[in-house]
């Protein structure tokens, strides 16, 4: 890995404004309200985000939350289709955990006024991939993320310690002797900001952007796992990048999810002759694992040279699929296509990370003050491949970790902070006025889709990774002043780490397929995890 400034911007601390706090939370998705609410009222907490509160992957999961509820049900048939799914790179004790905690947090989310949808009085549940039984519990039909932050930003912002600045990007992690002490923020229009915090908590989510497809909302460009990088933290798992098998394909619309509960309530995916090919492909049909469903969607357009395949839902009651979907009905109506008779065009998209900063059972990050929790986390929870509405528990559950876990640590600190003497000097760069950010970032989403996608193999990975030792040479030795170049250099810094984890595991495993290497090699890989390289600043 090539050299970059430690941190991407200029700061002096005698110069710039300063703002105390006992915990700082990076992101205000689930996993970062979710630990702020954790923190009790004596201590202040201030979460920014880089957009409104509301945009993040969370307000946007359409699916679910997955817990065991029902009396058929069991806590270890959950750990089972989650260790099934993870392709043999989950730490059990992680998934145990979670898949405990899960219908406390759900009964949280209940407490703080989330609206789940209900059958004969009870939570209604349905299934998705992977999982063999009914367990998620969902809102509004299938606009579940938008419900549960509805309730749970109203919550947050009765807290009297509770702060939440948006339009506040964050920029880097400070670090002194090595610990975690705060962060630089640029804060719209009002420049930038050190904010000094006693711990840290990291919630930024995913890093979707990196790809041309995805369904991820913009802010997920990857910031915090970078920003992580470069203060010292470890990441790992980077290769695994979990594509939705189902996101809406038509020209002129937004890269929209269908989501997994399609299948779950029975619908079929055809080929472009109207031919079912999931049976043949696995014996659980459309309810196979994403990962499996992705592949035989991608080599059914090769094989039918078509652009994508499609779901069909004409065979189900059509109420039943107006009431169950409606977010559905809307995006794919403005698109003239009617989901209870018409088949709807998808292909597979960049959907969620597995890999992330490495936590360990508490939420701790390898480095001191530095606490992660959500997508932005490698846990062990999802291993290889996340099982479907799986990751909203984990940014609950871990964010309740991280919460209880920063609050002791103050406890055991001095009561008063003051600014440290921290400075970073970058030289200017030439050239500036050629320097095109929208373009290189068009570009780098394309390679990732062509080079680093469903299936991979070393000769289009080793293009990759040198297409981008040139771009990083470039783009990461300036300084850059807007919110699109720091995204810019967040996302060619967590592509680099995708495709050096991509080359180093030469196996297939769960959403980590290559057509050179297509079979899983435990006597090999076993339960390893390729981690990333030490970074290296400049001098
Ligand atoms: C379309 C879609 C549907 C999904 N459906 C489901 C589902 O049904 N069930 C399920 O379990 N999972 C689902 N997922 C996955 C799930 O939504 C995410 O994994 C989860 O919400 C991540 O939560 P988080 O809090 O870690 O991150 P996010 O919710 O993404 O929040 C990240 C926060 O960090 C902020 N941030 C990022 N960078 C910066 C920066 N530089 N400075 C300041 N703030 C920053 C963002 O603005 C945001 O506030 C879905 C995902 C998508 C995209």
């Known amino acids: 890995m090539s050299a970059a400034n430690r941190y991407l911007v200029s700061f002096d601390a005698r110069d710039t404004f300063h703002r105390f706090t006992d915990v700082l939370v990076i992101g205000a998705g689930i996993a970062g309200l979710r630990a702020a609410l954790e923190v009790p009222p004596d201590l202040t907490v201030l979460v920014v985000t880089k957009d409104r509160v509301t945009e993040s992957n969370s307000s946007y999961a359409q699916g679910g939350i997955a817990g065991v509820r029902s009396p058929e049900d069991r806590f270890e ?6 260790l099934i799914a993870g392709d043999g790179l989950c730490d059990r004790t992680v998934v145990e955990l979670v898949i405990h905690e899960a219908p406390h947090q759900i009964d949280k989310l209940i407490e703080w006024g989330t609206r789940f949808d209900e059958e004969n009085g009870h939570l209604a549940l349905t299934r998705e991939g992977g999982h063999s039984h009914r367990r998620i519990v969902h809102a509004l039909g299938d606009s579940t993320g938008f419900e549960m932050m509805r309730a749970t930003i109203s919550t947050a912002r009765t807290r009297p310690n509770i702060r939440i600045w948006d339009d506040t990007f964050t920029i880097d992690l400070l670090t002194h002797t090595g610990a975690c002490v705060g962060a630089v923020v640029a804060r719209n229009g009002m420049g930038k900001f050190l904010i000094w915090a006693k711990q840290v908590i990291l919630a930024s989510g995913g890093c979707g952007m990196v790809y041309r497809e995805t ?10 796992m970078a920003a992580a990088y470069r203060a010292g933290a470890e990441l790992r798992d980077m290769e695994f990048m979990q594509f939705h098998p189902t996101v809406l394909y038509v ?16 619908a079929y995916l055809r080929d472009v002759n109207g031919e079912r090919f999931m049976p043949a492909a696995d014996p659980r049909a459309e ?38 979907f409606p977010g559905i009905n809307r995006a794919c109506k403005s ?4 989901i209870t008779k018409d088949r709807i065009p998808v292909r597979p998209g960049a959907h969620y990370m597995m890999g992330g900063v490495t936590v360990d059972h508490q939420g701790r990050t390898t480095v001191p003050g530095l606490w992660a929790a959500g997508e932005v986390t490698s846990s062990g929870l999802h291993g290889a491949n996340r099982l479907a509405s799986n990751s909203l528990i984990e940014g609950l559950v871990y964010g309740t970790l991280c919460g209880r876990g920063a609050t002791d640590a103050i406890r055991k600190m001095p009561r008063e902070m003051t600014a440290l003497p921290l400075r970073c000097a970058i030289p200017p760069a030439e050239m500036d006025a050629r320097f095109d950010i929208a373009d290189l ?14 299936v991979r193999d070393r000769t289009r990975l080793l293009e990759a990774k040198e297409n981008l030792r040139f771009w990083c040479r470039y783009a990461l030795s ?5 919110k699109a170049g720091w995204e810019l250099q967040n996302m060619l810094t967590i592509a680099r780490l995708m495709i050096a984890g991509a080359l180093a595991r030469d196996e297939s495993r769960g959403t980590h397929y290559r057509s050179d290497f297509p079979t899983r090699d435990d006597a090999r890989w076993g339960l390893r995890h390729v981690t990333s390289e030490p970074f290296v600043a400049l001098a």
């Open 77 to 82: 048939d959950h750990v089972e289709d989650t």
């Open 215 to 224: 369904t991820n909302p913009p802010v997920a460009t990857g910031d915090g």
């Open 251 to 266: 020209a002129g619309s937004a890269r929209y999810l269908v989501s997994e509960a399609v299948r779950g309530e029975g």
């Open 287 to 324: 309810l196979a694992p994403r990962d499996v469903v992705a592949r035989a969607i991608f080599r059914t357009m090769e094989k039918t040279q078509h652009l994508n395949v499609y779901l069909d839902l004409s065979h189900l009651d059509p109420a039943m699929v107006l009431n169950r």
């Open 335 to 338: 698109f003239g296509l009617d």
């Open 441 to 454: 970032t068009a570009s780098l989403r394309s390679l990732m889709v062509r080079n680093m996608g469903i």
């Open 478 to 482: 300036r300084e850059l002043d807007s």
